[in-house]
């Protein structure tokens, strides 16, 4: 059929040239012969000089004695032809009549425009493409050879266990007579969940690199239509595709936009949505077997994927891509540095160490930061000078050197901030503090560091209360140095951070004895999928909010204590912050003691686990494992 209608519109384009080829060719002669006027004309013919003439209506053509062409308009009464015959000229006439042919064709010019204009449309809207204007039913994955930049699992660092489950799905692609001699089956297909930046779509571009099979790639968003039935012809005409191309492989990336649960939704059995997934339910394990297709999905929200979804013969395998540890963030950063010259100072392990929570998107970015650091500056390679700025920045914000503070600003600054170092410094559960800073950076006016010593798992009850103790020292530190009425708005992200600390303390990890072991978290922020039907009385709510008060404000309370056994000690650590504006781990350590914070034994003085590199998350985007504590900022929270 799509054959037809291109002859059809081939046929009418050839008929519509040759009719105004045929229309305009007889004008083609007077173009080329130059015009002259009718008395010339005339002297010429009686000075001999004229060869030939063709008399076409009013206009006269005649070939001059040279060779040449020339035109004239013959007046109505003029009687030339008695002229030229007198004067012994060779005389031609053209009939003014169309041949029947000519004026046929004429006569439809019109009709077969209209109708090649109709079936140009046609072809366009109906078979003529993907991006046709009805070409809606088509799918609109991609796929990727070789030839698009070949990814294999050296290119994958950092989830050894992920690439482990998954290369089981290699070898089935590459050899399937070793399963199949053993009854095994290929499997349908393997679903990647974590968070953002884990590198769940480069795994699946790895799978297919290293299969050496074609590669599609489609987004869950690109199935859905405001038209009811487009996302499922979609579907279909997908996996018609990976079928003409089997042994291959379909990645959907978010499938969550397309295979959340049905019956959720407003529109019913007839929803788009809904639609779109009983057909790649069906595709994937119907009547029809898909030999040779595997299908890879990656989302951030396992827990909306309908359950049908994730059954065995669909995503036979769920494959968990989550952050990695000390060692693959090591690996990372050695595959991102391939490219980049690294200077000599560079220990990628120190920077590893001084990252957690990282994701390989968030590494990757920090190597580039340093490259465009060490490219501002000239240098040739990139240093670990280069680094610690450039983790600075991704994690704090850029320096802003040009914001003007008054001297007030500066002291209030410094002395909520040395009050959160002095604090974490004294309670044994923190962690360590590496860097405290007046510089104002992103939203926050200064920023005190705390690095873990390795990569924290999980937290104690113990550990909690600390934490709540340093997050509250800068405030307390207000309170006492300038009073209960001249306490700032510097204290809002601490407050922030605190009460979201306190809060998955008492409704999720059952750390209140008062409210107990029930997790409270979803019903009290009016989550209604799980916990359909579970509400919390309102005598529990007002106790959930006791206790969280009371968390907070014992942390307070420990850490006013604690600075007013210290108040020598967090006075000469903000006079420090004052003058140094930045101070790292062990300076703070000599400033406290009333020391300068440069000494000349540096290197051998510090400590042998220590690393010199420092992380800090500011309050304005909290991580799920903050390291960060404390920070003025400058404008109120909403």
């Known amino acids: 059929m799509g054959?037809?209608?291109?002859?059809?519109?081939?046929?009418?384009?050839?008929?519509?040239i040759l009719a105004l080829f045929n229309l305009f060719s007889g004008g083609n002669s007077t173009l080329q012969s130059?015009?002259?006027?009718?008395?010339?004309f005339v002297a010429a013919v009686e000075a001999g000089?004229?060869?030939?003439?063709?008399?076409?209506?009013?206009?006269?053509r005649y070939k001059s004695s040279d060779g040449s062409d020339f035109v004239?308009?013959?007046?109505?009464?003029?009687?030339?032809?008695?002229?030229?015959?007198?004067?012994?000229?060779?005389?031609?006439?053209?009939?003014?009549?169309?041949s029947g042919f000519q004026s046929f064709i004429l006569s439809l010019l019109p009709f077969l425009l209209l109708i090649g204009v109709w079936i140009y449309f046609m072809n366009r809207m109906q078979g003529g493409g993907k991006g046709g204007a009805m070409g809606f039913g088509k799918s609109?994955?991609?796929?990727?050879?070789?030839?698009?930049?070949?990814?294999?699992?050296?290119?994958?660092?950092?989830?050894?266990?992920?690439?482990?489950e998954l290369e089981e799905i290699v070898e089935f692609l590459r050899n399937p007579q070793k399963f199949s001699r053993l009854g095994g089956k290929i499997p349908k297909g393997a679903l990647l969940v974590g968070p953002p930046g884990t590198g769940k779509t480069l795994l699946a571009r790895a799978i297919a690199?290293?299969?050496?099979?074609?590669?599609?790639?489609?987004?869950?968003?690109d199935f859905v239509e405001?038209?009811?039935?487009?996302?499922?012809?979609?579907?279909?005409?997908?996996?018609?595709?990976?079928k003409k191309n089997a042994p291959c492989i379909v990645f959907i990336d978010e499938i969550d936009a397309v295979g959340r649960h049905r019956g959720a939704g407003y529109g019913g059995g007839n929803d788009e949505r809904e639609q779109t997934l009983n057909q790649l339910l069906v595709e994937m394990d119907g009547f029809e077997a898909n030999e040779g297709v595997i299908i890879l999905a990656a989302t951030n929200r396992k827990d909306v994927l309908d359950p049908a979804l994730l059954r065995p013969g669909r995503f036979d395998r769920n494959v968990t891509v989550g952050?990695?540890?000390i060692k693959g963030r090591e690996k990372i950063l050695g595959v991102h540095a391939r490219k980049t010259p690294l200077g000599p100072d560079v220990d990628l392990r120190i920077i590893a160490r001084g990252t957690p929570g990282f994701s390989g998107a968030d590494l990757a970015n920090l190597v580039n930061e340093a490259a465009l650091m060490a490219a501002r500056v000239g240098r040739r390679f990139v240093t670990m000078e280069d680094f610690e700025s450039a983790k600075d920045k991704v994690m704090m914000g850029a320096e802003r050197r040009s914001m003007v503070l008054t001297q007030d600003q500066k002291e209030k600054t410094a002395y909520h901030e040395a009050g959160h170092a002095v604090v974490g410094l004294a309670l044994p559960e923190c962690d360590p503090v590496y860097k405290a800073t007046i510089i104002p950076r992103g939203g926050a006016l200064g920023m005190v560091v705390s690095l873990p010593e390795m990569d924290r798992l999980n937290y104690h009850r113990d550990e909690c209360e600390q934490r709540l103790a340093m997050t509250m020292a800068g405030k307390a530190a207000e309170v006492i140095k300038y009073g209960e009425d001249h306490v700032s708005n510097g204290p809002a992200g601490d407050i922030m951070q605190a009460s979201q600390l306190a809060r998955a303390m008492v409704m999720r990890w059952g750390m209140s004895d008062k409210v107990g072991n029930i997790d409270y978290a979803e019903a009290h922020e009016g989550y209604s999928g799980n916990t359909a039907g579970f509400s919390v009385s309102a005598h529990t709510k007002e106790l959930i909010e006791e206790e969280v008060k009371r968390f907070i404000q014992t942390g307070y309370d420990r850490a006013m204590e604690i600075l007013l056994e210290r108040k020598d000690e967090w006075e000469r650590l903000a006079e420090g912050l004052l003058e140094y504006e930045t101070l790292t781990g062990d300076e703070i350590k000599r400033v406290m003691k009333g020391e300068p914070p440069h000494a000349e034994d540096d290197g051998d003085d510090a400590d042998e686990g220590s690393a010199p590199s420092v992380t800090a998350i500011p309050k304005t985007k909290p991580r799920s494992k903050p390291s960060g504590e404390g920070g003025m900022e400058p404008e109120p929270s909403a």
């Open 323 to 325: 952050n990695p540890d």
């Open 209 to 221: 690199g290293e299969a050496g099979v074609p590669f599609f790639t489609i987004s869950g968003s």
């Open 140 to 164: 609109k994955a991609k796929m990727l050879t070789e030839k698009q930049g070949r990814v294999t699992f050296d290119d994958v660092a950092g989830i050894d266990e992920a690439k482990e």
């Open 34 to 40: 130059r015009a002259v006027g009718y008395s010339d």
């Open 226 to 242: 405001m038209f009811v039935g487009v996302g499922a012809s979609r579907v279909r005409d997908m996996f018609e595709q990976a």
């Open 3 to 16: 054959n037809a209608r291109n002859i059809a519109f081939w046929v009418v384009l050839f008929l519509l």
């Open 49 to 60: 000089q004229v060869s030939s003439v063709t008399l076409d209506g009013e206009q006269v």
């Open 72 to 98: 004239t308009i013959m007046p109505q009464d003029a009687e030339v032809t008695s002229l030229l015959l007198e004067s012994g000229v060779p005389v031609e006439a053209e009939s003014q009549q169309q």
